[in-house]
Every structure is written in C-alpha cells, then in structure tokens.
C-alpha cells in the first residue's frame, strides 16, 4: 500500500464550488505539506503543518484553508473555487530527524471549470 | 526574493553519455539541497541530498556537488539509460520547508 495517499485522484468543477482534497499517511511523520504544480512554475508551497496544532501559511496560501485532523490526515480546502486554480496538487510528508525529505502524493489533477 | 534556476531547456541525450544539470539560487542560504524524480502525472521521489557543508555526494550513478560560493548545484548521471528519462527538481531547505526549482526534462535516448 501506498505510504502516501490522495483523494480525490482527479477532480474537474465549476467556478466557485468549495472541494476539499485530502491526504493521509501511514509514515508517522509529523511534518504534512500542500504544493500546487503549474506547467513551468515547479512546486510551490501551499500550507505546511508540523503537527496537529501547528500549521503554518507558505507562498500561496491566499484562496486555500487547511485542517489537520489527525497526525496522519491533513486537507486542503478551495473554499470557492476559482479557474486559475486548475493545476495539479500534491500532499508530502517528511521527517526532520532523516534530513526532512519530502514523500509525496500520487497527486490530485484540479480542473476549474 | 529568492530565486532558483535549473537548466531552461530539456536535455537529450545519447545512451551511456552524462547528463549535468545545473541548479542556480540567489538570496537564499539554505542547509542543504535535495534533488527528485518527477516522472509525468506522478509525486517527486527523492533521490539525494547534500547538506552545506558538504562538496559532493554520490549514489550509483548519480553524483551532486554544491558550490555554496556560487550558489550552484551540478547533478550529474553517468552512463545514462533510457529509465532515466525524466523531469528532475532541485529542491532548498531550511528547518522549515523546501523551496522547489521549476525542473529541468530529460530524455535519453538509445
């Protein structure tokens, strides 16, 4: 089973709709992570959580909300959902202790109609 | 801002040749540097990471070097097979998080 997991894998709505993604992880780590990839653009940090009660905004966090329910679950929200918004999304994991690297996500294809 | 800059256009090349990217970053001072895999429509997958007070790292056929003076980062394979057909990401870090390169493509070729 995948260590990393998201759902919904692919997702297509309209133009101000609230989605929520979710992700879970069987690691037991504590850091959780939310990216956005556009074409050309590379991964860019969306909210960072380093455990249940500590989560933090990284460079886009404007239009998106987060809830870390558990130490293995932690959602990402659209609360209306705008086009520009379509992109791919993915969930990541790490661990200080082991040099941080990131485990990530299948990932979630977002399409704003 | 900080800025990262990996090799703008995709690298193709011959089977059994090295492949060097190249991973520039201004107005940051990160602890260390990573480099993943991105194969098409799945999650990065972490390949190595080199801290900052390291010059080199090898792994099998992959080799990174990090020049904290010139704020560069060189990823090299060797002998390079078709399987490693792929967009690669270089990646800084702090205690914090990572910041992640746009990601150079490459396509081996037999």
Redesign the interface.
């Known amino acids: 089973d995948a260590d ?1 997991t998201q759902t919904p894998r692919n997702r297509i709505t309209k133009t101000g709709k609230r989605i929520m993604l979710e992700c879970s992880q069987t690691k037991g780590h504590d850091r959780m ?1 939310w ?1 956005r990839q556009d074409p ?6 969306i909210y ?1 959580s380093f455990d249940v009660k500590d989560i ?1 905004k ?1 460079e886009i966090s404007d239009g998106y909300s987060v809830s870390r329910q558990a130490q293995a679950k932690f959602s990402l929200s659209l609360e209306s959902a705008i086009p520009n918004q379509t992109a791919l999304y ?1 969930c ?1 994991t790490s661990d ?1 202790l082991a ?9 979630t294809r977002l399409t704003v109609l | 801002s900080q800025k ?1 800059e990996q090799n703008s256009e995709a690298l193709n090349i011959q089977e059994g040749k090295t492949a060097t990217l190249t991973c520039n970053y201004t107005n940051y001072s990160p602890a ?1 540097l ?1 480099w ?1 895999r991105q194969d098409p ?6 390949l190595l ?1 080199i801290r900052e007070n390291e010059k080199e790292k090898r792994k099998e056929r992959l080799k990174v070097t990090f020049d904290t003076t010139l704020k560069q980062s060189l990823f090299h394979i060797t002998a390079s097979q078709p399987a490693d057909s792929a967009t690669y ?1 270089c ?1 800084l ?1 702090d ?9 150079t493509t490459v396509t081996v070729r037999a």
Not at chain 1, 40 to 45: H, I, K, N, P, W
Request: net charge positive; proline share 4%.
């Open positions: 990393v992570y990216y050309g653009l590379g991964l860019r940090l960072y933090n990284g993915f990541a200080l040099g941080d690297t990131q485990y990530f996500g299948p990932g | 990262i260390y990573q993943y429509g799945r999650g990065p997958v972490f990471l990401l990646a870090g205690d914090y998080k990572l910041s992640f390169g746009a990601g």
